[in-house]
């Protein structure tokens, strides 16, 4: 009797445990960027974060902390691996010091045609790359777009790699970075983004390099009259999520619809990004910059000793076939 009543009471609570609907907890994921809301990165997180709400619910929304309110993108990328953040969107600047196989997009000149690469990147060998974070507790979602970085100087007109000798740049703390423009006879200067304008300002350094939208947005035309329209780096923006929270806080159902929606983001984000690139050399120039538009192939035979001081860390075959993607 004792034993029926007991099997029944047990029964009860079976039955409630999975009668009970699996509510999902509401969920604010904070987004490190270091650049400001005007960018493409804001843009383009706004876009993932209205996808997000809309496809949970409002189950799913994003909180994006900008202009390098929580750190640089390294304090990002750390706070993401450690759990103290939950998500960024970053530049490869950072990302060498984690995994090697994201210095592939560091090397002068490697994407020249982003569009093909496109495919490069979403494909096989962007997952193989992406997954390198795993160990790190990190899982990365997409790859976005940064841009093709030119470099800008308060000194002078750049259009040979003899200009760019002596001048003092700053740059992503990133070793091929570094190696290159050590190349060209540069004095390069590594520097968390948040203190780049200022350093310019009080001529700290000479000189930087980026994409024409952060040109723009940060409004480095104050401070750079010249502009070499170099595109010496294809700079991806990868989006990343801490491990336990994406596999430990979000739905099965909820990371599926997370994937898509990053991947439709990221399509938003890459096609504004180019389109601010075909108007903006015209609306610098307006703001008083010098243009230049410098031989690409030259710039290339100028730093091609790069590839050989890396191929040993990249992988010769990685960057035959990212090469290869663009034929
Ligand atoms: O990821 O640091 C830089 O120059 C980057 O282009 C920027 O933070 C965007």
Same mark, same amino acid.
């Given at each position: 009797?004792? &034993? ?16 009970a609907p699996v509510q999902a ?74 995994? &090697?196989?994201? /210095? ?45 970085? !030119? ?11 003899? #200009? ?7 740059? /992503?703390?990133?070793?091929? !970075? ?12 590594? /520097? ?39 595109? !010496? ?9 801490? &491990? ?9 159902a909820q990371r599926a619809i ?36 410098? #031989?690409?192939?030259?710039? &290339? ?15 010769? #075959? ?10």
């Open positions: 009797m004792m &034993k029926k009543a007991m099997c029944w009471a047990l029964a009860a609570i079976v039955c409630v445990l999975f009668a907890e509401k969920m604010v994921l904070r987004v490190s960027i270091t650049l400001d809301p005007s960018s493409h990165y804001y843009k383009g997180l706004e876009m993932l974060d209205k996808l997000l709400k809309e496809r949970t619910n409002g189950d799913l929304s994003l909180e994006i902390y900008h202009s390098a309110q929580l750190g640089s993108e390294r304090d990002a990328v750390e706070g993401v691996s450690l759990g103290t953040l939950e998500m960024t969107l970053s530049s490869t600047g950072p990302l060498g010091n984690f995994t &090697k196989d994201f /210095m592939i997009f560091d090397l002068p000149f490697i994407i020249q045609d982003r569009e093909k690469a496109y495919a490069w990147m979403d494909g096989p060998e962007g997952k193989r790359i992406l997954d390198s974070l795993l160990g790190q507790n990190i899982v990365g979602l997409s790859i976005w777009e940064n841009g093709f970085r !030119h470099l800008t100087n308060s000194q002078r007109p750049v259009v040979n790699p003899e #200009d760019a000798k002596g001048l003092k740049i700053r740059l /992503m703390e990133n070793p091929v !970075h570094l190696a290159t423009f050590r190349a060209l006879g540069a004095y390069p200067t590594p /520097m968390p983004f948040g203190e780049l304008f200022t350093a310019m300002q009080q001529k700290t350094v000479d000189g930087q390099e980026n994409p024409l939208v952060i040109i723009e947005t940060s409004k480095f035309y104050e401070v750079q009259n010249q502009l070499a329209l170099s595109g !010496h780096f294809y700079s991806p923006a990868i989006l990343l999520i801490n &491990k336990t929270v994406w596999e430990e806080k979000l739905t099965e997370f994937m898509e929606a990053a991947a439709e983001a990221r399509d938003w984000e890459r096609n504004y990004s180019r389109e601010m690139d075909t108007k903006l050399a015209e609306t610098l120039k307006s703001r008083g910059m010098n243009v230049t538009e410098p #031989d690409k192939k030259v710039w &290339k035979e100028a730093v091609a000793s790069v590839y050989k001081e890396f191929e040993g860390t990249i992988g010769k #075959d990685a960057i035959q076939s990212l090469i290869d993607a663009q034929k």
